[in-house]
């Protein structure tokens, strides 16, 4: 099972891009990157997951390295309400390993 | 409904108590995870169903924990004896209206357990 590591902790200034980095070094070659977030006292909601390539859809893009050892979730606009815990896993679906992920604060 | 429903959304219970925690998933999905969450801490893995088949249970801490899902759509978490150990939010999550790996899971809110 793929190990994660991130940063505890990122600011954000409203409009701004936020990049948030993922570690995933024994990640193994079919396992798939996932990326989701949890905002305080809610349920882990998901955002975007990936292979190899680069993916996108309306939320996120995710861009992962060549060697697939890290990758990174770009929210383009970032908006206060998108301030929570940012979770980067590794695994299969029926089996996902979350780290103690990364806290965005989006600042106005 | 729409969401993955999880019931109660808070539960007390005095040490040495059973209890049995209620996930109700999205309509048609094969898949069914539980999900354990301390303080300031990300879910930990508990246990998979794929229908009412438990595929993965390899993350329950005890066996204590048991859980069940015997028509292939709602399910139960049950912790007998609970510890103050035991108290944190359990999340469950479903996914997939067909047997696929690698897809969303759909989180409930969770039920934050407290064992006094």
């Known amino acids: 099972d793929a190990k994660t590591t991130q940063p505890p902790s990122m600011d954000c200034a409203e409009g701004r891009a936020a990049n948030l980095p993922c570690n995933h070094s024994?990640?193994?070659?079919?396992?798939?990157v996932y990326w989701y977030r949890q905002i305080h006292s809610q349920g882990p909601q998901y955002i975007i997951h990936g292979l190899k390539n680069n993916e996108t859809n309306e939320m996120a893009s995710l861009i992962i390295t060549e060697d697939r050892k890290s990758s990174t979730l770009i929210l383009p606009h970032a908006t206060l309400r998108d301030t929570a815990v940012y979770y980067c896993?590794?695994?299969?679906?029926?089996?996902?390993?979350f780290g103690t992920g990364t806290l965005l604060a989006v600042q106005p | 409904g729409a969401g993955v429903s999880q019931s109660p959304r808070y539960k007390v219970a005095k040490r040495g108590q059973d209890v049995a925690l209620r996930c109700d998933p999205i309509?048609?999905?094969?898949?069914l995870f539980w999900y354990q969450q301390a303080l300031g801490q990300g879910p930990e893995f508990l246990t998979y169903f794929q229908n009412e088949a438990q595929l993965d249970k390899s993350g329950l801490p005890s066996d204590r924990f048991f859980a069940e899902r015997p028509e292939g759509s709602v399910s139960t978490l049950k912790i007998q004896r609970t510890q103050q150990e035991d108290s944190a939010v359990y999340l469950c999550?479903?996914?997939?209206?067909?047997?696929?790996?690698?897809?969303?899971?759909?989180f409930g809110q969770g039920t934050r357990l407290t064992v006094v």
């Open positions: 999550a479903s996914s997939s209206p067909a047997v696929r790996a690698n897809t969303e899971a759909f």
């Open positions: 896993t590794g695994g299969a679906t029926n089996k996902l390993i």
């Open positions: 309509s048609g999905h094969v898949s």
């Open positions: 024994t990640i193994s070659g079919n396992e798939y």
